[in-house]
């Protein structure tokens, strides 16, 4: 699988296991390693907690109701349960961008980065030479996505989380960025989880748009034209998607990327601990289980991941399984997590 670009695997942290006797020395080991014999065991759990599937009908209730679920997840953590994933900076140093304030002069003479109404005379000068002429449907359509007013259309460089929870990636961001040409989006499910985020402090609309969405409904108009966005990112929500429509979904997020434009993406990866917990009447198809709570998760291998997001027309530029060991030193005990994260580039 494609890695860094000088063909390292870049790291979460360097904070290996070398003495398997000190494994209780600290509370995380970094790359670790996984053996035949433990992987088989992972698979014997795992063929065990999905010998019995649920019935179609509770498959059925379980995605008719699945925004009621998260709804109701929000309500009772609230914004308690979530930490600011600061560590993303580390994973996706595109994600942060600070720019000069030489940099931002630049811009504004150019007009590039001013707010509605603030263009230069040239820019609404051309805008008027280009309606006055006759032009296609295909080119009226193009213009009208040039020109029509939409949260952030003025903006240089746009990012859009899907999932964002209550904005635990997105405030990171805007923190990090003191980059005048940024505007991020974020989305979930979730009215709750978007009530959370316009609630929060930092929540500001000249720098912010957030909006509920089911990534899932294909008749969902975003509020974004096609090609408009530089980043999305897609941290552990592809997971409680179904299976069945994670192909739809990556497909037409891939149309809002500009070309040249990425997606970076973390989730759970098989054999996960998560995975390895369930215990058995909670699975609803291969690798696709409901929790406790009524929400439900999958957990990837890198194949099918690298085959999704590929056939959405998107190249592969990172695909690695990140193996952490994190310990209960007090109970002496051993978890064992799995994720994969993977970067996909559109191209230009």
Known sequence: MADGADGSRPQFGNRLLS???????????DNVEWDSEQEKAAQQKINENSLIKLGEDEQALFEEKAG?????????????????????????PELSGPVTPEHFDALQMSGNNLPPGKETQSSNDSKNDSAAGEVTDDELTSTRHC??????????KRILEVGCGVGNTVFPILEANNDPTLFVYCCDFSSNA??????????????????????????????????????????????????????AVICRLSKLLK?????????????????????????????????????RVYFFTQDELSQMFQEAGLNEEQNYVDRRLQVNRGRQLKMYRIWIQCKFRKPR
């Open 194 to 247: 978007i009530n959370l985020v316009k609630e929060h402090p930092d929540y500001n609309k000249d720098r912010c748009h957030a909006f509920v969405c089911d990534i899932t409904d294909s008749t969902f108009v975003f509020p974004v034209p096609n090609e408009s966005l530089d980043i999305i990112i897609l941290i552990f929500v592809l997971s409680a998607i179904h299976p069945d429509k994670m192909q």
């Open 68 to 92: 009621s679920f998260w709804d109701e997840f929000y309500l009772q953590h609230q914004n308690r349960f979530f930490k600011d994933r600061h560590w993303l900076f580390t994973e996706f």
């Open 259 to 295: 070309p040249g434009g990425l997606i970076v993406f973390r989730d759970y990866g098989r054999y996960d601990m998560a995975q390895l917990r369930f215990k058995k009447g909670k699975c609803l198809s291969d690798n696709f289980y409901v929790r406790g709570d009524g929400t």
């Open 147 to 156: 020109v029509e007013e939409y949260p952030g259309h003025w903006k240089k």
């Open 19 to 29: 003495d398997p006797t000190k494994v209780f020395e600290h509370n995380a080991w």
